[in-house]
């Protein structure tokens, strides 16, 4: 009788054995891009908030509404991130600045970068107050000025001495020229004609193989010589439908250079990728 138990018991402990083997474990989130890059253009309305992806580094550019943090924060962690080597916030409007807050209380955050006016609304406060708590150090990049994530570089474009004397909150807004391996990526956050005539004027490189539109498709940015000097075979505006959509002007100055547009509030997020050498690109609808 001993014997048989003994028997038993070690079949259940064979069989127990075997199936937590075959077992399959939860599927986890996935791991943050290793290799290549990708520009994430979230779909939040007429509202900015861009997550790139490069080498095993990721880094995310503006925070949407205030309502819209915890959206971001979720789609972040989708993607595999558990920290941010940099958060940059181009400018204070709320659109802009609205779930930064949310996103920096989410993340381990190694530097954060703000433009050069500050802003007093309670979603700006927040931001700071939370930078504050988690002792995150913070700079306003200067223009010209490069950084790196994984194997690609920014170069800091905007805003210049005439957009920061204007005063606007949007020409104020930080431009950044993202070059990875032979592409590049032009990002505007809500820069205005004067950003874009200030870049032309002074002789930078924006020739971009991807524009995202400044202001959300408005008639005050995406000017025709601008358009034409910057070259782009892609361009993505972040915008809603109506009143908060495109401008017919910028879309009519797009299809004149044949600039294959994507619209937010018409295709969701789009997720440009690419190996340095060629972009592919996928929306979410």
């Keep these: 009788m001993k014997r048989l138990f003994l028997l038993v018991a070690a079949a259940v402990l064979l069989l127990g054995g075997c199936k937590n083997k075959d077992k399959k474990e939860p599927d986890g989130q996935s791991s943050v891009l290793s290799e290549g890059t990708e520009i994430h253009v979230l779909s939040l309305g007429k509202a900015d908030s861009i997550l790139i992806l490069a080498d095993g580094e990721a880094m995310l550019i503006d925070a949407g509404y205030v309502e819209q943090g915890a959206q971001i924060v979720d789609y972040l962690k989708a993607q595999g991130v558990t920290k941010l080597k940099y958060v940059l916030l181009t400018h204070g409007d709320k659109d802009h600045v609205g779930g930064m807050a949310q996103v ?12 050069p006016k500050k802003e007093k609304s309670e979603e700006y406060l927040a931001m700071t107050q939370a930078i504050a708590d988690k002792k995150i150090p913070t700079s306003v990049p200067e223009l010209l000025s490069t950084f790196t994530l994984g194997k690609g570089t920014f170069t800091v474009l905007g805003p210049g001495e005439k957009a920061l004397a204007d005063g606007s909150d949007n020409d104020c807004s930080i431009v950044l020229r993202y070059v990875y391996g032979e592409r590049s990526a032009l990002l505007m956050g809500d820069a205005l004609s004067k950003t874009e005539k200030e870049m032309r004027d002074n002789g930078y490189e924006i020739q971009s193989d991807i524009l995202k539109a400044g202001h959300h498709g408005k008639t005050d940015a ?10 782009p075979s892609y361009a993505v505006i972040t915008c809603g439908s109506g009143d908060d959509g495109p401008a017919d002007d910028v879309i009519r100055v797009l299809q004149a250079f044949s600039v294959e547009t994507y619209r937010t509030d018409e295709r969701g997020t789009v997720v440009f990728s690419s190996d340095g050498k060629t972009w592919s690109v996928k929306t979410e609808r």
Excluded: I, N, S
Excluded at 104 to 115: K, Q, T
Excluded at 222 to 231: D, G, I, L, S
């Design 222 to 231: 995406t000017q025709k010589k601008f358009v034409k000097e910057v070259a």
């Design 104 to 115: 920096l209380r989410a993340f381990d955050v190694e530097h954060v970068y703000l433009c």
